[in-house]
């Protein structure tokens, strides 16, 4: 294992992935909620890992030579985030039931209102629709990564998916201790108003 090399890939991605972008933001939604936390860390993991992997073995040169469908992916994601981002302020301006129900319910694990497969979907979406997951993990890193000698881009993808999986472990159990914050309607009408905003700055801002 060449440990420097690992500590470049690993230093990357912290550098990257620590912004509260509107995947984290999600993760964080979710953990506060305690619903489906498991999956969701491991779906974004997972596809953080596959991300990573492509963009260091040389995929990103792939998509230099195809711009058509870097705009194409872009601009789909756009449009996700622009639609996620208004659902949040609704909730802001009007929070749901079953939200304010599990914030005041201590030591719930799960979310009875929310089903497993349509969470796992929006996880995805989430991370395969998101503009800033292209660049920065597979270009960004993937650059870097291609970057490295040939025998070290191993350890420097490895570095930077060990960061990736400790950020979304800590992130999304880590959220549980900000429950009892979110006892009260307001905590909740703050995080969603937050998060919409953010989202649709984030998707405006690409319009260029």
Known sequence: MNWLAFSHGAALCASLIVTIGAQNAFVLRQGILRSHVGKIVLLC???DFILIGAGVGGASVLVERYPTFVHLVLYVGLAWLVWFGIGALRRAVKPTHAVLQTASTPG??????QRAWPIMLMTLAFTWLNPH???DTFLLIGTAGAREPQGSRLAFAIGAMCVSAVWFVGLGYGARALAPLFRRAG????LDGAIGGMVLFIAFAQLR
Request: no cysteine; hydrophobic share 55%.
């Open 45 to 47: 993991a997972l596809s």
């Open 108 to 113: 719930v694990t799960d979310t009875p209102a």
């Open 133 to 135: 997951v292209y660049l």
């Open 187 to 190: 905590a909740w009408r703050v």
